[in-house]
């Protein structure tokens, strides 16, 4: 059973900056499309950026491209999202998804993890 364990979320100020990462286990990761989602406050979960099996190809929302940089460790089974240059509108729970193919919805990632807060203050 895949389980994904996110950590490094916090509270910093806007123009900071934080390393998420997301641990997986219980399958091989190396197989694995991995994502991050975010969710604000009232709002849906929303597509934030992911990365292939290999970690070649990579694609960001229009909202975080050039802020933010997903990549993996697949010796490590973990991939990671660093933020920098936050802003207040990044606040959400931010999640980690899994699958085998490439999506950009939440109906494409079958495994989740809990999530990890994120607030950027003003």
């Known amino acids: 059973q895949v389980q994904l364990s996110e950590s490094g979320g916090g509270l910093v100020q806007a123009g900071g900056s ?3 990462s ?9 197989s694995y499309v991995m994502a991050w989602f975010r969710q604000a406050p009232g709002k849906g979960r929303d597509f934030v950026a992911l990365i292939t099996r290999s970690g070649k190809t990579t ?4 909202s975080v491209k050039g802020r933010f940089t997903i990549f993996r460790d697949n010796a490590e ?3 990671y999202l660093q933020m920098n240059s936050l802003k207040p509108e990044d606040t959400a729970v931010y999640y980690c998804g899994a699958d085998y193919y490439i999506g950009y919805e939440l109906q494409d990632f079958n495994y989740w993890g ?9």
Do not use: E, H, I, M
Request: with cysteine; hydrophobic share 30%.
């Open 22 to 30: 997301c641990a997986f286990s219980g399958g091989p990761f190396s």
């Open 59 to 62: 694609d960001y929302a229009d």
């Open 114 to 122: 809990q999530g990890t807060q994120v607030t950027v203050s003003s």
């Open 18 to 20: 934080l390393r998420l």
């Open 77 to 79: 089974n973990t991939v």
